[in-house]
């Protein structure tokens, strides 16, 4: 139940893995995380403003559909 327990817009899980990825990554280092597509951008500004010095895109599935947020940590 954990794992399939988003919250009310589903970026609760999201949001806490990106946390503790920030306190353990090594410099450089390299985070991506499967998303929802309705969560692109909102999780893109997220990982921008945890984490200004690094390079944040988002990754686009076959059907052309927001799906991983890659966060590379300078």
């Known amino acids: 139940r954990l794992a399939l327990d988003g919250g009310d817009d589903g970026m609760k899980l999201l949001l806490r893995l ?3 990825c920030v306190e353990v990554i090594c410099k450089p280092g390299l985070i991506l995380l499967e998303m929802d597509y309705r ?3 909102r999780m893109r500004e ?3 403003t945890l984490i200004p010095l690094s390079r944040v895109d988002v990754i686009k599935d076959l059907a052309g559909l927001d799906r ?3 966060i590379e940590v300078l």
Request: no cysteine; proline share 0%; charged share 10%.
């Open 18 to 20: 990106l946390h503790q």
């Open 46 to 48: 997220f990982a921008q």
């Open 68 to 70: 991983v947020l890659r």
């Open 39 to 41: 969560q692109g951008a």
